[in-house]
């Protein structure tokens, strides 16, 4: 009986083992117990952070003084209009750019004394023809208020990054020198000048970038820094043309150090050519040098011949004047015998 019950336990375990459910169902308990472990260790860390926050701001006193807040990059301008209503003003004179089209290029002349001058802005007027107020188109400080006798009054405003603005043709002048003025401040009103008189009244209106005209049409609703982008590429096309230029120049001189040797090359081989032939010339000469050698004996040597002829003339020439002298002698003695002959005969 003992024995029966001792062996009770162990087959309710076994059986429980072979139960299908038993192992799954212990795997299931432990995922749990480990799930429900690691939410609870979550939720510790979260109510330490929450206690720390709680003594941080608790302890905090702002400091009397402190500096604002400043803006890590500070937001530039746009460049504007220097109108107040857009709407009715029109550009009646346009910047001059030379990769303009023709019709433009024209409308950016000024003719003043009958000549033809480029445009270094835009003249702006009223579509009513009326003056209106010019405003600063972009913040900064009047550097210069002048008349000048052919631009009128003329404001130079000097702004951030080496940029000017230039108003001129002003009628009526609301500032003066080291003026601080902001963004749409009135600086004065439209007028006439002398140099656009055919614009009637307008106003003249420059933007230069470190002294360089630029297209102001171009860059209105644009921050200055577009300024910096535009001639930064301009210098970098200048700087390729010019690249270009001089490759050009160097390929040009290489190819005329080309056919410079090549006319070189022609003319030494025409010099050989012309020496070559003149080499049967200069034997011919020798062989006429020496037929004038032979003729030359030749004619000596008939000299010579006729040496004996005029030798022979001359023996027989002076037979002739022998005989001569004799015959006169013979008649000579004729005449003195005929003589004594006479005188004998006479006695």
């Known amino acids: 009986m003992k024995e029966e019950n001792n062996g009770t336990p162990k087959n309710k375990w076994s059986r429980i083992f072979r139960k299908k459910w038993f192992f799954p169902a212990v795997y299931l308990t432990i995922a749990a117990m480990l799930l429900s472990l690691v939410v609870w260790y979550q939720n510790i860390g979260n109510q330490v952070d929450e206690a720390q926050d709680e003594e941080i701001s608790e302890d905090y006193s702002p400091i009397e003084h402190d ?23 029109e550009i009646v004179t346009k910047y001059y750019d030379y990769d303009a089209d023709q019709e433009e290029q024209e409308n950016a002349l000024v003719v003043f004394n009958n000549r033809y001058y480029q445009s270094k802005g835009i003249d702006i007027a009223s579509a009513d023809g009326e003056t209106f107020d010019v405003q600063a188109s972009l913040s900064g400080t009047v550097t210069e208020v002048k008349e000048d006798p052919l631009l009128g009054n003329v404001v130079t405003l000097t702004h951030e990054n080496d940029v000017t603005t230039h108003y001129a043709s002003l009628g009526e002048v609301d500032v003066s020198a080291d003026d601080e003025v902001e963004q749409g401040d009135v600086l004065g009103t439209a007028g006439e000048n002398v140099f656009g008189k055919d614009n009637g009244t307008h106003l003249h209106f420059e933007i230069r970038k470190d002294g ?10 644009q921050p200055v820094s577009a300024l910096d982008e535009a001639l930064a590429e301009e210098e970098k096309s200048e700087d390729n043309s010019s690249e270009s230029d001089e490759n050009a120049e160097e390929g040009e001189s290489d190819a005329s150090k080309e056919e410079n040797s090549e006319s070189e090359d022609q003319v030494s081989d025409k010099k050989d050519e012309s020496g070559e032939s003149e080499d049967p010339t200069s034997d011919d000469k020798s062989e006429s040098d020496g037929s004038k050698d032979s003729e030359s004996d030749e004619k000596s040597q008939s000299d010579k011949s006729e040496d004996p002829a005029s030798e022979e003339k001359s023996e027989s020439d002076e037979s002739d004047a022998s005989a001569g002298d004799k015959s006169t002698e013979d008649a000579n003695n004729n005449d003195s015998k005929e003589s004594s002959d006479s005188e004998t005969n006479n006695e």
């Not at 990059?73 to 107040?84: A, R």
């Not at 360089?212 to 609703?221: A, G, I, W």
């Open 67 to 89: 500096q604002e807040a400043k803006p890590v990059v500070d937001q530039q301008e746009v460049i504007q209009m220097p109108v107040e209503n857009k709407d009715q003003a």
């Open 212 to 221: 360089q005209d630029v297209n102001p049409e171009e860059f209105f609703n």
